[in-house]
C-alpha cells in the first residue's frame, strides 16, 4: 500500500501538511469583558427610563436579545456621538457571550 493510500503512513515528498488547528479563542466573560461594555450614562439612561439595570449581568442577560438588536442596528446606546455606537466587533463578541450561555 502506498503512502497516499494509506492515511496514517508518510506523506509524499513535497505534498504540503495540513495546518494545525488554531487554539480556541478566549470566552467573553461577563466579568472581562461584557460588563464593561455599558457606561455610566448607558446604565443610569436605562434606569431613569424605567428599563433595567445594565450594571447587572442577570439584567443584561434577561435583555441581551434586544441588547444585541439594537446595538447593531446602532439605535443603541441613544446618542449622537456614532464613537459611542458598538463597534461590529463588539457587538459580536455580545453575540458570543450569548451563544456561550453567558459565562
Known sequence: MSAEQNPSGPSPAGEAQPAAPAPAAEAITWDD??????????????????????????????????IYKRTKNKSMPKTNDPARKWSDERCANFKAWMDAGFP
Open 33 to 66: 469583558a461584557v460588563k464593561d461594555y455599558f457606561t455610566p450614562d448607558d446604565v443610569k439612561c436605562m434606569i431613569d427610563s424605567g428599563g433595567f439595570d445594565l450594571s447587572k449581568k442577570e439584567d443584561v442577560k434577561a435583555n441581551a436579545k434586544g
